[in-house]
């Protein structure tokens, strides 16, 4: 006798390993070849993978799907995320400036994942505003190709940050795997 669940059934797009996100063939992320060469090649690997993964695990919801909370109290959703590692590169971008620090983008603490409401105009905002701050640090990091070289006012070296960044990905991309499952039973990889 089954019973009755609210919690969606667990699937896969793969057909090859039923517990991925998608088949080796198609993850975008898999690349054929040898790995970089090089820390700093290895460092922006890393990091273009796990910001691949975090918009394949957005990919498919509408609005309302990708502002959905995990569980009350929490404020945490996808959306919430995006906005929320849009704000985290800006701020690693003034972690790197001598001058006055850029505002925030969405306004006090956790403005970021408060104001993650489930309109279309909230989420194309917050595709718009990651893949531009993304963007700008990265230009700003390729003018400083040493990983030993301090920067801003307190001499974060770029290392630290490339590192600092790969963390922040990874943790949240963690997340995102159990919020998608949540949402409508996609497991991720």
Same mark, same amino acid.
């Given at each position: 006798?089954?019973?009755m669940s609210d919690q969606p059934e667990r699937w896969s797009q793969a057909t090859t390993y039923p517990d991925m996100w998608a088949d080796p063939d198609d993850?975008?992320?898999?690349?054929?070849?040898?790995?970089?060469?090089?820390?700093?090649?290895?460092?922006?690997?890393?990091?273009?993978?796990?910001?691949?993964?975090?918009?394949?695990?957005?990919?498919?919801?509408?609005?309302?799907?990708?502002?959905?909370?995990?569980?009350p109290p929490s404020t945490l959703s996808l959306l919430g995320l995006l906005r929320h590692l849009a704000e985290v590169e800006r701020d690693w971008r003034n972690?790197?400036?001598?001058?006055?620090?850029?505002?925030?983008?969405?306004?006090?603490?956790?403005?970021?994942?408060?104001? %993650? #409401?489930? &309109?279309?105009? *909230?989420?194309?905002?917050?595709?718009?505003?990651?893949?531009?701050? !993304? /963007?700008? =640090?990265?230009?700003?990091?390729?003018?400083?190709?040493?990983?030993?070289?301090?920067?801003?006012?307190?001499?974060? %070296? #770029?290392? &630290?940050?490339? *590192?600092?960044?790969?963390?922040?990905?990874?943790?949240?991309?963690? !997340? /995102?795997? =159990?919020?998608?499952?949540?949402?409508?039973?996609?497991?991720?990889?």
């Amino acid at each position: 006798m089954s019973r009755m669940s609210d919690q969606p059934e667990r699937w896969s797009q793969a057909t090859t390993y039923p517990d991925m996100w998608a088949d080796p063939d198609d993850d975008p992320r898999n690349s054929d070849g040898v790995s970089p060469d090089g820390e700093l090649a290895t460092l922006q690997d890393f990091l273009t993978s796990y910001r691949m993964t975090l918009k394949m695990k957005c990919e498919g919801l509408d609005a309302e799907q990708l502002a959905r909370r995990s569980v009350p109290p929490s404020t945490l959703s996808l959306l919430g995320l995006l906005r929320h590692l849009a704000e985290v590169e800006r701020d690693w971008r003034n972690w790197i400036r001598d001058g006055e620090p850029l505002p925030k983008l969405y306004g006090a603490r956790d403005a970021d994942f408060h104001g %993650a #409401v489930g &309109e279309q105009a *909230v989420v194309d905002g917050a595709y718009a505003d990651l893949a531009r701050e !993304q /963007a700008a =640090l990265d230009a700003e990091l390729a003018e400083h190709p040493d990983l030993g070289e301090r920067l801003g006012k307190d001499g974060f %070296a #770029v290392r &630290e940050l490339m *590192v600092h960044r790969i963390e922040e990905y990874a943790r949240h991309c963690g !997340q /995102a795997d =159990l919020l998608r499952e949540c949402i409508d039973g996609r497991v991720g990889q």
